[in-house]
């Protein structure tokens, strides 16, 4: 079955399927995402109007049996940002549009009236139907209500209260393996989905497979890509704690964000560390290791139950437990999970959202350390969208703007997440050059700067940090286009044998012929492309820049401040 496009126009109502531009076929996930973007959406558009699409789209390996392949693309230009969007979850749906010969679903134009609509995709195209049972509704239930309606082996792609009311903070969410909630958690894109009057897709469950060119060669290329993956040793460590295996490495290292980034280490970090987390759950009877996709082999994601030893949350991520911990001065993992489990449940970016609450509280919204009033504001506040629940909903930038405070950690109006930058220079690299606003995943040079993969360079240095992270976001880049998850590439950092195997699989699948340079060379296309977008949008070099106080504060225990100069931070387009 070959691949197509399933176009979807919700100005009229109708669906298409097409055939692929002979441009697009070597490209997928965040690779035709963003190449879409850049060819149909007006750079300059409002990006909750008729203007902008919603790019859906599975990875180039996304499908097959190959070990860790299982997210899913979306992309449009960012509501909360402004710039080109990419983000990216596991869950069951891109697997599912892979083997419905699903190459991308684009949803352009919007909705005449103010009805709501479901989608399903099937082989045969996209069906558009009126939806009013789960407006209003959270994630959770919709899923459990669409289980019922059409079965539990449907994916589902849905936005909760947040997207409906199109919170520039509102993430999409996607169904695991489990029923529970996956995010495509940043930029706001669960906004442009709200934007579209669409509540849902569902994706049909087929028995169909994956055409693979050369299967005998794939095989052998997927196992060997699989044990470089369950070898390493930070793949290990992933599995048995978590990422929150971070809190106390990235604390011992000066670089955990507390207190609204007014300190480096937090008092409290062994309360919320992955090594207590792992205890709570094993003491409560969850679940220290599971997938957030089928076919994953590192597990880092987990079941979190509370003191009843019920369900609370899953896929409980470092970088969300550091935003509601450290940074707001939160201590209990119990009420760091309540929030995780609302903020999934509303559709809500928990970088996002946490750093928001932060700024609230250095602006006396409420106290730091509060974890049950941060709960009942999003209960009560953001989930029934009350003037300061929306203005929360919007994010960081939104509520520094509202209490006139100056130290809000964005760049292009993204909440900088879990790593002062300060104290790991690299990442500030990334922050402050990513085409998609603050964002750790675009070229996570924590890799590197703290766990010494792929070699080691001090973060405290401002020597080869724009080449690290040059090389990191080129390689990102790549990787987000093939549909694995990011984690490969602590095995492909220091595993001679993992990029080759990935290589490999690419090339049996399609019947092709890539090297190492092509990989790279589709890695600098990405991001030439999304730059482009950005600059015809109206962003300048002056747009790649921290927040001012990073260089006038301090932060403890180095007593260091952001001094790369501004010249250096633009050579990193020289390539």
Known sequence: MADKIFRVNMTDLSAVIEEVPAAWMGLGG???????????????????????????????????????????????????????????SGGTAAQLLARLGVKALIIEGKPQSDTWYGLQVTAAGVTITAEAELIGKGNYEVVQILNARLGEKFGVISIGPAGEMKMTAANISVKDPGSRIRSCGRGGLGAVMGSKGIKFIAIEASEAKVEIARPEDFLAASRAFAKALIDNPISQALGQYGTNVLVNIINEAG???????TSGQFAGHEKISGETMYDTIVARDGKPKHNCHPGCVINC???????????????????????????????????????????????????????????????????????????????????????????????????????????????????????????????????????????????????????????????????????LSRNLQI?????????????????????????????????????????????????????????????????????????????????????????????????????
């Open 30 to 88: 965040r690779g035709l995402t963003s190449t879409v973007i850049a060819a149909e959406v007006e750079p300059t558009c409002h990006p909750l109007g008729v203007g902008n699409k919603l790019v859906i789209a599975p990875g180039l390996l996304s499908g097959t049996q190959a070990a860790n392949s299982g997210r899913l693309s979306c992309g449009a230009k960012s509501p909360l940002t402004g710039t080109i969007k990419e983000a990216n």
């Open 255 to 261: 670089g955990l964000p507390t207190r609204n980034f």
């Open 475 to 575: 390689a990102t880049a790549a990787i987000d286009s093939t549909g694995m998850c990011l984690f490969i590439a602590f095995a492909a950092l220091d595993d001679a044998n993992c990029l080759p195997a990935l290589i490999d699989m690419i090339n049996a699948r399609f019947g092709i012929a890539l090297t190492a340079d092509d990989v790279t060379n589709l890695g600098k296309t990405i991001l030439k492309i999304e730059r482009a977008f950005n600059l015809a949008a109206g962003f300048t070099s002056h747009d790649d820049r921290l927040p001012e106080f990073f260089r006038t504060e301090p932060i403890a225990p180095h007593n260091v401040v952001w001094d790369i100069d501004n010249a250096a931070i633009d050579s990193f387009w020289n390539f």
């Open 301 to 467: 994601s987990q079941l979190y139950n509370n003191r009843d030893k019920k369900y609370l949350t899953s896929g409980f991520e470092y970088e969300s437990i550091w935003a509601m911990g450290a940074n707001c001065c939160v201590d209990d993992l119990d009420h760091i999970a309540e929030a995780d489990h609302i903020m999934d449940d509303l559709g809500l970016d928990t970088i996002e959202t946490s750093v928001a609450f932060g700024v609230a509280m250095e602006a006396g919204v409420l106290p730091f350390g509060d974890g049950a009033e941060v709960c009942r504001m999003l209960r009560e506040e953001v989930g029934r969208g009350t003037g300061i629940g929306r203005i929360i909903g919007g994010g960081a930038g939104a509520v520094g703007r509202a209490f006139g405070i100056t130290r809000v950690p964005t760049v292009k109006n993204q909440a900088i997440p879990a790593y002062d930058p300060r104290a790991i220079k690299g990442i500030g690299i990334t922050y402050a050059t990513s085409t998609q606003g603050a964002d750790h995943t675009m070229g996570y040079t924590i890799a590197t700067n703290i766990l010494g993969v792929g070699g080691k360079l001090d973060p405290l240095s401002n020597e080869g940090q724009v080449e």
